[in-house]
């Protein structure tokens, strides 16, 4: 029969270099069977087993997280007893940072900051050498071809042109040629790869360690390996999930993350670590086939090409290039604002996932989330210890109350008069006409006096002449009341003595003091729409007692004389 059982976990210390949190306990934690299935290896070596469910936080800003627990006590269902484990298992769980991991596509590489270059010339010709053009001269691939869109564009002089220019005196034209030109795109310095941004995966490891004496179990746990059992079948974790899903992880679908270019063009093996010049920019801003002016990616075509070429602005075709972004975010981090492009300012813990590789992208999660883990451990091996006190009831007191129509309180002040923090249970036993009140449980250190108190709740209302006996220290006291029926507000007055027994016991259930105590009530009041003084119950002391048995032997001696002379 599986036995549900309390576990108590006490934090004995935690790892200073991480961020310190607190592990809660989701629910009461069950002494189980252990059952058997087909598959041998995803069975724990046990015939009882403690399941333990519990929540890990993330460290903050979804940082590392570090706990160090024992289990100290099991509260068995079936006895209800506390136990204290004679060997506790130490628990110990590391939560590494969560990440956001996203799949990467290559696209092309770009250049960071395409240029155009001018000559003037007087011989400007598409053909012409470097002995003329200079830098615009046609350029040749490694076997010697010619790049298609790489020959100069001549325009001619003047002061509205591209590069505005003075045409000379007819003389100079007339011996040396007309003035004019040469104007080229080439694309010097850095290169970047440009990458398709794809499906993300959320990531995070969870290691888990439970030391109980020599033994040290060990399990890892994550997303993607959410089952594991040790290699001595002692633990088996389960990761359930997270109890709120992430909102805050950024979707970067729509936008491209250039990274600067390590090697040879093409695609990479490597993204290399200068992180501080990745960026994102959105897709819109690209053209992958370099024929649109003023993106990301312009080619040879589209500045040869462009309408208007001489009449246009120098540098036309060729803004909004990944330096402008890049010079963009470093005026803004000058004045202390955020980049808008960059990666570094923007998200923490880049590419600083597990197991990184080389081709890899990844930010880390910053909101803080509860991961529900639930440990089985074997418990074959469990063994507890008892810690008793003797304790003692010092007193007991009930207050008279009207029956029925209000509940009276029992304060009962208690003490533990040994030398150990131990519990205890309380009970409150009454005689009939008191509906039956729950045991009370509480602990109690060395020497400390504490009060409870509990609620007390008569079944009758009802008054006639009573003989109500309460034993206390072992003297018998009858009380007789009677009831009042000569007005027309009719006061029902009952006192009934109850017998009452207040039992402490130690943490084993055995009785350790008990207590007597007697009290009273009063009826509840019947009125019958006539509003008079109040009734003042009559006194219950010793003398009120012995009035009353005197005024009995007086009205029976009385009828006994009277009997004997006659008069009735």
Same mark, same amino acid.
């Given at each position: 029969?599986?036995?549900?059982?309390?576990?108590?976990?006490?934090?004995?210390?935690?790892?200073?270099?991480?961020?310190?949190?607190?592990?809660?306990?989701?629910?009461?934690?069950?002494?189980?069977?252990?059952?058997?299935?087909?598959?041998?290896?995803?069975?724990?070596?046990?015939?009882?087993?403690?399941?333990?469910?519990?929540?890990?936080?993330?460290?903050?800003?979804?940082?590392?997280?570090?706990?160090?627990?024992?289990?100290?006590?099991?509260?068995?269902?079936?006895?209800?007893?506390?136990?204290?484990?004679?060997?506790?298992?130490?628990?110990?769980?590391?939560?590494?940072?969560?990440?956001?991991?996203?799949?990467?596509?290559?696209?092309?590489?770009?250049?960071?900051?395409?240029?155009?270059?001018?000559?003037?010339?007087?011989?400007?010709?598409?053909?012409?050498?470097?002995?003329?053009?200079?830098?615009?001269?046609?350029?040749?691939?490694?076997?010697?071809?010619?790049?298609?869109?790489?020959?100069?564009?001549?325009?001619?002089?003047?002061?509205?042109?591209?590069?505005?220019?003075?045409?000379?005196?007819?003389?100079?034209?007339?011996?040396?040629?007309?003035?004019?030109?040469?104007?080229?795109?080439?694309?010097?310095?850095?290169?970047?790869?440009?990458?398709?941004?794809?499906?993300?995966?959320?990531?995070?490891?969870?290691?888990?360690?439970?030391?109980?004496?020599?033994?040290?179990?060990?399990?890892?746990?994550?997303?993607?390996?959410?089952?594991?059992?040790?290699?001595?079948?002692?633990?088996?974790?389960?990761?359930?999930?997270?109890?709120?899903?992430?909102?805050?992880?950024?979707?970067?679908?729509?936008?491209?993350?250039?990274?600067?270019?390590?090697?040879?063009?093409?695609?990479?093996?490597?993204?290399?670590?200068?992180?501080?010049?990745?960026?994102?920019?959105?897709?819109?801003?690209?053209?992958?086939?370099?024929?649109?002016?003023?993106?990301?990616?312009?080619?040879?075509?589209?500045?040869?090409?462009?309408?208007?070429?001489?009449?246009?602005?120098?540098?036309?075709?060729?803004?909004?290039?990944?330096?402008?972004?890049?010079?963009?975010?470093?005026?803004?981090?000058?004045?202390?604002?955020?980049?808008?492009?960059?990666?570094?300012?923007?998200?923490?813990?880049?590419?600083?996932?597990?197991?990184?590789?080389?081709?890899?992208?990844? @930010?880390? &999660?910053?909101? *803080? =989330?509860?991961?529900?883990?639930?440990? /089985?451990?074997?418990?074959? $091996?469990?063994? +507890?210890?008892?810690?008793?006190?003797?304790?003692?009831?010092?007193?007991?007191?009930?207050?008279?109350?009207?029956?029925?129509?209000?509940?009276?309180?029992?304060?009962?002040?208690?003490?533990?008069?040994?030398?150990?923090?131990?519990?205890?249970?309380?009970?409150?036993?009454?005689?009939?006409?008191?509906?039956?009140?729950?045991?009370?449980?509480?602990?109690?250190?060395?020497?400390?006096?504490?009060?409870?108190?509990?609620?007390?709740?008569?079944?009758?209302?009802?008054?006639?002449?009573?003989?109500?006996?309460?034993?206390?220290?072992?003297?018998?006291?009858?009380?007789?009341?009677?009831?009042?029926?000569?007005? @027309?507000? &009719?006061?029902? *007055? =009952?006192?009934?003595?109850?017998?009452? /027994?207040?039992?402490?016991? $130690?943490?084993? +259930?055995?009785?350790?003091?008990?207590?007597?105590?007697?009290?009273?009530?009063?009826?509840?009041?019947?009125?019958?729409?006539?509003?008079?003084?109040?009734?003042?119950?009559?006194?219950?002391?010793?003398?009120?007692?012995?009035?009353?048995?005197?005024?009995?032997?007086?009205?029976?001696?009385?009828?006994?004389?009277?009997?004997?002379?006659?008069?009735?």
């Amino acid at each position: 029969m599986a036995l549900r059982s309390a576990i108590t976990l006490i934090i004995i210390f935690i790892l200073s270099s991480f961020h310190v949190v607190g592990i809660q306990i989701i629910s009461k934690s069950k002494l189980e069977k252990c059952e058997k299935n087909s598959n041998s290896e995803d069975n724990l070596n046990c015939t009882t087993k403690i399941v333990l469910n519990m929540a890990v936080p993330s460290g903050s800003s979804g940082g590392e997280a570090s706990i160090v627990a024992e289990l100290v006590e099991v509260e068995e269902n079936s006895s209800r007893k506390m136990q204290t484990l004679r060997i506790p298992p130490v628990i110990t769980v590391n939560k590494t940072s969560a990440y956001a991991l996203y799949q990467l596509t290559y696209i092309r590489d770009v250049p960071y900051k395409p240029e155009e270059y001018y000559v003037k010339t007087r011989k400007c010709e598409p053909d012409a050498g470097a002995n003329v053009v200079k830098i615009c001269e046609r350029l040749r691939d490694e076997e010697g071809h010619i790049i298609e869109y790489t020959q100069p564009i001549c325009c001619p002089c003047g002061p509205q042109r591209r590069m505005p220019s003075s045409c000379g005196n007819f003389f100079d034209k007339l011996t040396k040629g007309k003035a004019n030109t040469a104007h080229c795109v080439r694309f010097p310095g850095d290169w970047f790869h440009v990458f398709g941004i794809g499906r993300r995966t959320l990531g995070f490891s969870v290691r888990i360690q439970v030391k109980s004496g020599t033994k040290v179990s060990e399990v890892f746990v994550g997303p993607e390996n959410r089952t594991v059992i040790s290699d001595d079948k002692f633990l088996r974790v389960n990761l359930i999930g997270d109890f709120v899903g992430y909102t805050n992880i950024p979707s970067f679908e729509d936008f491209y993350l250039v990274v600067p270019r390590q090697g040879s063009p093409g695609q990479p093996q490597d993204l290399g670590r200068n992180i501080s010049m990745w960026m994102l920019l959105e897709r819109v801003r690209f053209t992958l086939d370099g024929i649109e002016c003023n993106k990301i990616g312009v080619s040879y075509e589209a500045f040869n090409q462009q309408p208007n070429f001489c009449s246009s602005p120098f540098w036309t075709c060729l803004h909004n290039q990944l330096w402008n972004f890049r010079e963009a975010d470093l005026n803004r981090i000058s004045r202390n604002q955020v980049p808008l492009y960059g990666l570094e300012g923007r998200f923490e813990r880049i590419n600083q996932h597990p197991s990184a590789g080389s081709y890899s992208f990844s @930010i880390g &999660i910053t909101e *803080v =989330l509860s991961t529900n883990l639930v440990l /089985e451990l074997s418990a074959n $091996d469990v063994e +507890y210890v008892y810690q008793r006190s003797p304790g003692k009831i010092i007193s007991v007191s009930v207050p008279t109350f009207e029956a029925l129509t209000q509940f009276g309180v029992a304060t009962i002040t208690t003490k533990n008069t040994g030398e150990v923090e131990a519990s205890y249970s309380l009970t409150f036993n009454c005689s009939k006409d008191i509906t039956l009140m729950e045991e009370q449980f509480l602990i109690m250190k060395p020497n400390e006096v504490t009060t409870q108190s509990c609620k007390i709740y008569p079944s009758t209302d009802q008054a006639s002449k009573y003989f109500c006996a309460g034993k206390v220290e072992a003297l018998d006291l009858y009380v007789i009341y009677s009831e009042d029926k000569e007005h @027309i507000n &009719i006061y029902c *007055v =009952l006192f009934l003595g109850f017998l009452d /027994e207040v039992v402490l016991k $130690d943490s084993d +259930y055995n009785e350790v003091d008990r207590a007597e105590c007697q009290f009273a009530t009063t009826a509840t009041v019947l009125d019958n729409d006539t509003h008079g003084m109040p009734f003042q119950p009559p006194e219950a002391s010793i003398n009120s007692f012995f009035d009353s048995i005197e005024s009995i032997w007086n009205k029976i001696w009385r009828s006994l004389t009277e009997f004997i002379t006659g008069k009735t």
